[in-house]
């Protein structure tokens, strides 16, 4: 049980911090800027619907697609550790990250009048880190029960609390201002800073054990 809890923890840490919804809210605010209440709850909803989908598809089906392009589940490892640094260190510095998204993307989503699948589903909350993070996690369990149920669940109810935010975006922001959300993204990012290098170590033991 208390391996279970453990890796439910780290996985929830991993997934919640590079999904970052609270520094997705600034983005989130503009390009539903005008829109009803009730049309931001269903954007709100749907994207992190198919977010949450999209991520536990790679959990699940990661494995055959390393199959298929002969990738070895250690250099994924590194991969994804070395990406999720990236994200880490652009936290850190409390600026997005091009690893999700670019200016010129945000810039087509304040103009499309279906935001939820691009870019806010895709890559803004299901981007190549969070990808690539529920991939790893899932890896790291002893049995498929042992990894699946705990990383299955931190993607749940990171997409549940994403909706929640995101829903609440305009109070958010209010009551954390630009500098609050600026010492979170920071903080966020030093933990992720940490997981990454885990990742990249644990892949390259793997690695050079081989």
Do not use: N, W
């Not at 520094?23 to 619907?49: H, M, N, Q």
């Not at 880190?129 to 699946?148: D, F, P, R």
Request: charged share 15%; net charge positive; hydrophobic share 60%.
């Amino acid at each position: 049980m208390g391996e279970y809890v453990t890796h439910f923890l780290v996985s929830l840490s991993a997934v919640f911090f590079v999904v970052d919804p609270i520094g997705v809210v600034p983005i989130f605010l503009a390009i539903t800027a005008g829109d009803s209440e009730v049309k931001i709850r269903r954007t709100a909803l749907r994207a992190c619907l198919v977010a949450g989908g999209l991520l536990i598809f790679f959990a699940l089906f990661g494995g055959v697609i390393f199959k298929v392009f002969g990738v070895s589940l250690a250099a994924f490892r590194v991969a994804g550790g070395i990406l999720l640094l990236i994200t880490a260190l652009d936290m850190l510095r409390a600026r997005p990250t091009e690893t999700r998204t670019s200016r010129t993307e945000e810039q087509e989503g304040v103009a499309k009048e279906d935001v939820a699948l691009v870019p806010l589903a895709m890559p803004l909350l299901a981007g190549p880190g969070a990808i690539a993070s529920a991939m790893v996690l899932m890896s790291k369990g002893e049995t498929l029960q042992m990894a699946a149920i705990p990383v299955l669940a931190a993607i749940a109810l990171t997409f549940v609390a994403s909706y929640f935010i995101l829903r609440a975006s305009h109070l958010v922001q209010r009551v954390l201002k630009q500098s609050g959300v600026a010492i979170l993204e920071r903080v966020m990012g030093l933990i992720l800073a940490a997981i990454a290098v885990q990742f990249m170590a644990d892949g390259a033991k793997d690695l050079l054990s081989r």
